[in-house]
């Protein structure tokens, strides 16, 4: 037959088109991140982050309900020193129970109970005073002294009521000694998230400085992984999945999506993608000047992460997608 083959019947209408979609991005697969800080009721725009905000536990609290009414029902939570003098050489404050990051948890937790999950970023990167994610010695990250701080610092979330730990420090053997030293305190039921693979990139710019977690000297190339692999990343992954691993992650999403795939067909975990920090700052940059449709051009990343095969996403966007029916 020479009939004319018509794809086009099934986008006549958008009810048509709705119909036929092949995915639906659901508000209850994003994970929201959240800054804090010490001053209760503080609320500070980030500025290479419009529209979102380093809080206060007061402030946080409200933006939580927030979330939560919107139907985003995870947060991820990165902490600080109490002042930026408290960073110290081996950033001890990081596993202070009385910390900004444990008050936090247990705020959260009184609340609003298990409709939240707390999701809490484990490193030593904001509360070193060289601002590297392990212990230095000789100008150098050393590697298994630096995962019982790592360790340390997850016990003392989970003792404050954390759902889930995420280290995102990539140091070799965290996921083991986080389990082990969870599991010896009872405290089976707290999960991991794995930042299992994550590149070293320069997507990271805008985050750093709302963390104030930048190096001091070098980079975090002998930590963070090198952009140009892909067989790498499957063997991070396999060894977080091997060590005890919840939940994967990959990040970057957007400059990763081939990584996100290859790991989802890889793996058979959970797998989170996390839309990073220089990835929202560049479209809000170019949104500001009108040269970009925020709304559309946002809506086209998230499903792009989507169909890479991400069941989670943890993007600064989520708020905005969902309140602005972006989806
Ligand atoms: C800390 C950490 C970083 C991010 C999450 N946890 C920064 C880094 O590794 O330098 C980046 C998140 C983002 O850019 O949105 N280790
Ligand atoms: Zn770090």
Same mark, same amino acid.
């Given at each position: 037959?020479?009939?004319?083959k018509?794809?086009?019947r099934?986008?006549?209408?958008k009810a048509?088109?709705d %119909?036929?979609? =092949?995915?639906?991005i659901?508000?209850k697969q994003f994970?929201?991140?959240?800054f804090l800080?010490a001053?209760?009721?503080? &609320?500070e725009?980030?500025?290479? +982050?419009p529209?979102r !905000?380093?809080l206060g536990?007061d &402030?946080?609290?409200k933006e939580?309900?927030?979330? *939560?009414k919107l139907?985003i029902k ?5 902490g600080?020193?109490?002042d930026?003098?408290? &960073?110290s @050489?081996?950033?001890r404050?990081?596993?202070d129970?009385?910390?900004? *990051?444990q008050?936090a948890i247990?705020? %959260? ?8 999950v ?5 490193c %030593? ?5 060289h ?9 150098k990250?050393v590697n298994d002294k630096?995962?019982e701080a790592i360790?340390k610092?997850?016990l003392?979330?989970?003792?404050? /009521?954390?759902?889930i730990?995420?280290?995102?420090d +990539?140091?070799?053997g @965290?996921?083991?000694?986080i389990?082990?030293t969870?599991?010896?305190e009872?405290?089976e039921?707290?999960?991991i +998230?794995? !930042?299992?693979?994550? !590149?070293a990139s320069?997507y990271?710019?805008?985050f @750093? =400085?709302?963390a104030?977690s930048s190096?001091?000297?070098g980079?975090?190339?002998t ?5 140009r692999n892909?067989k790498e990343a499957?063997?991070e992954?396999?060894?977080d999945?091997e060590? /005890? ?5 990959v990040?970057?999403?957007?400059a990763f999506?081939d990584?996100?795939k290859?790991?989802?067909?890889e ?10 920090s /220089?990835?929202?700052?560049s479209i809000k940059?170019a949104?500001e000047?009108?040269?970009?449709? =925020?709304?559309?051009?946002v809506r =086209?990343n998230l !499903?792009?992460?989507? @169909?890479? /095969?991400a ?8 708020r905005?997608?969902i309140?602005g029916r972006?989806?």
């Amino acid at each position: 037959m020479n009939i004319i083959k018509r794809p086009r019947r099934n986008r006549r209408s958008k009810a048509i088109r709705d %119909l036929n979609s =092949e995915l639906s991005i659901s508000s209850k697969q994003f994970i929201i991140p959240h800054f804090l800080l010490a001053k209760k009721n503080a &609320k500070e725009e980030i500025i290479s +982050m419009p529209g979102r !905000y380093r809080l206060g536990i007061d &402030k946080l609290l409200k933006e939580v309900d927030i979330d *939560l009414k919107l139907g985003i029902k995870a947060i991820l939570l990165f902490g600080q020193t109490k002042d930026a003098k408290d &960073k110290s @050489r081996d950033g001890r404050q990081a596993w202070d129970p009385n910390g900004t *990051l444990q008050g936090a948890i247990r705020s %959260l937790k009184a609340n609003f109970g298990d409709d939240v999950v707390v999701i809490t970023d484990v490193c %030593l990167c904001a509360y070193t005073d060289h601002g590297h994610c392990g212990f230095i010695q000789n100008e150098k990250i050393v590697n298994d002294k630096s995962i019982e701080a790592i360790a340390k610092i997850a016990l003392s979330h989970a003792e404050a /009521g954390v759902d889930i730990v995420a280290p995102s420090d +990539m140091l070799d053997g @965290r996921v083991k000694k986080i389990r082990t030293t969870l599991d010896k305190e009872d405290l089976e039921d707290v999960g991991i +998230m794995s !930042y299992a693979v994550k !590149y070293a990139s320069a997507y990271y710019g805008p985050f @750093r =400085e709302a963390a104030d977690s930048s190096p001091v000297w070098g980079d975090r190339q002998t930590y963070q992984m090198d952009i140009r692999n892909t067989k790498e990343a499957i063997r991070e992954a396999k060894i977080d999945e091997e060590e /005890g691993a919840d939940i994967l992650m990959v990040k970057p999403a957007l400059a990763f999506l081939d990584i996100i795939k290859a790991v989802s067909s890889e793996s058979s975990l959970p797998l989170s993608a996390y839309n990073v920090s /220089g990835e929202y700052a560049s479209i809000k940059a170019a949104a500001e000047r009108g040269w970009l449709n =925020e709304a559309l051009v946002v809506r =086209e990343n998230l !499903y792009a992460i989507a @169909r890479a /095969g991400a069941n989670q996403i943890i993007s600064y966007h989520a708020r905005d997608a969902i309140e602005g029916r972006w989806l």
